[in-house]
């Protein structure tokens, strides 16, 4: 039935795929995420006991753990009109 709705209703069709991808540009950038990662973690720790000098200690030593600290902010949109650009 929504398929049917959507093959005989293009442009409406259009303008909520646009609308979404908007949305998600403005709404669900990665430092979002990293920022809710950050709270989860800030509320597991206030539950768990975690030595945090040895977990520093630790992940300075390990090659698999990434400094994110000073990350210069994605230009998602940028990104997004140019992959736009080469598909249209």
Do not use: G, M, P
């Amino acid at each position: 039935d929504k398929i049917e709705w959507a093959k005989l209703h293009d442009t409406e069709v259009r303008e909520i795929s646009e609308n979404a991808q908007k949305f998600a540009l403005n709404n669900l950038l990665l430092e979002d995420n990293y920022y809710y990662l950050y709270l989860v973690l800030q509320r597991l720790a206030s539950i768990e006991e975690i030595d945090f000098v040895r977990l520093k200690k630790e992940t300075k030593k390990s090659s698999e753990w990434k400094c994110i600290q000073y990350r210069k902010r994605l230009s998602l949109k940028r990104s997004y009109e140019k992959i736009l650009k080469k598909i249209f």
